[in-house]
């Protein structure tokens, strides 16, 4: 764990908490991703194995941001215990395979960080198997989308990170829409102070942003989101059932805004999580803005320590590219 949030011998008195005494932890193992968490592998000496989750400064690769914690925001970060167990609860009530908890620690009775621990789920990501083997992610697919349509048939009147909406909270701003185009300005302008080629089209963006809100009709209803829904927060268990992890930014929104994202990750393969319905006027706003947050977001984090830089520049790169080609084609 060189130097990071917590100590070995913390992690194995919250292991044994967890899991039951008896047996000694024998590795702690980084797992890759979790840019705003700790996520590592404890395995025991029985060959048992869990999940811990930290949500400590020393884990969050991202430089810090004014509002950062402000919850009102849908678009903050997901970090912390509450949003987690909030977020977990309400999945877990739908229907949705997510991660059995064994154990949370709020309290720091095993080291200074929020800690969860949760069942490990040993087989590959959704990722890895829709590269490896489209027939076999095939009924994973059909899985997913019978979870989507789960999420998507309970409603609230509000929206907002699920922690809050179901604590009776209400979020900033009028609507889904205007927090999606004040996000996607601000995203905008940014990515405008770091590249030249978004600076040139930038007029173009802002009027495009400008007329697609505008096209945008008033809506009263939300559904349950994940809100980063990509392949790589999939995994698939024993049984072939997606697991939904990276959940804390759950929230209660346009279902649009997740089946966008789910497009851009999954591309041809998105095709058995297609539904009837969706707003054709939200899609085209919220795809602009998807593009111009994986633009801009992916740069910010590289201006912290996060190790895996090429991929995340390419992300951004990428992102850059489909954003402009909205407006010069």
Request: charged share 30%; hydrophobic share 45%; aromatic share 4%.
């Amino acid at each position: 764990m060189a130097g990071r949030a917590v100590a070995r011998e913390q992690l194995a008195g919250a292991a044994r908490a967890a899991l039951g005494g008896g047996r000694r932890l024998e590795a702690v193992e980084r797992v890759a991703g979790g840019s705003r968490k700790g996520v590592y592998r404890l395995v025991l000496d029985d060959a048992t194995t869990a999940i811990a989750y930290l949500w400590h400064d020393a884990e969050n690769h991202w430089p810090a941001a004014e509002g950062d914690d402000d919850l009102t925001d849908p678009f903050s970060p997901g970090l912390g215990l509450d949003l987690f167990e909030a977020a977990h609860a309400r999945l877990d009530a739908l229907g949705v395979r997510v991660p059995a908890v064994r154990l949370v620690d709020r309290e720091g009775t095993h080291g200074p960080a929020e800690l969860a621990i949760v069942e490990d789920i040993p087989g590959e990501s959704l990722e890895h198997l829709l590269a490896r083997d489209p027939s076999a992610a095939a009924p994973v697919m059909e899985r997913l989308g019978e979870a989507l349509e789960a999420m998507g048939r309970h409603r609230a009147s509000t929206y907002g990170k699920v922690a809050v909406v179901d604590g009776g909270g209400t979020s900033q701003g009028t609507s889904c829409e205007d927090v999606v185009l004040d996000r996607a300005l601000r995203d905008l302008a940014e990515a405008a102070s770091r590249d030249p080629r978004i600076a040139e089209a930038c007029g173009r963006l802002e009027e495009r942003l400008a007329d697609l809100a505008a096209a945008v009709r008033p809506r009263a209803e939300y559904a349950v989101l994940h809100g980063e829904l990509g392949p790589d927060h999939v995994l698939v268990d024993a049984a072939g059932y997606p697991v939904a992890i990276d959940i804390e930014g759950s929230m209660y929104f346009d279902v649009e805004w997740e089946h966008v994202f789910l497009r851009i990750r999954l591309h041809d393969a998105y095709r058995p999580l297609a539904v009837d319905g969706l707003d054709e006027n939200r899609l085209a706003l919220y795809t602009l803005a998807r593009r111009l947050s994986l633009t801009t977001g992916p740069l910010r984090l590289l201006d912290g320590d996060f190790p895996h830089r090429a991929a995340m520049a390419d992300i951004a790169e990428h992102n850059l590219k489909e954003a402009l080609a909205l407006v010069l084609d």
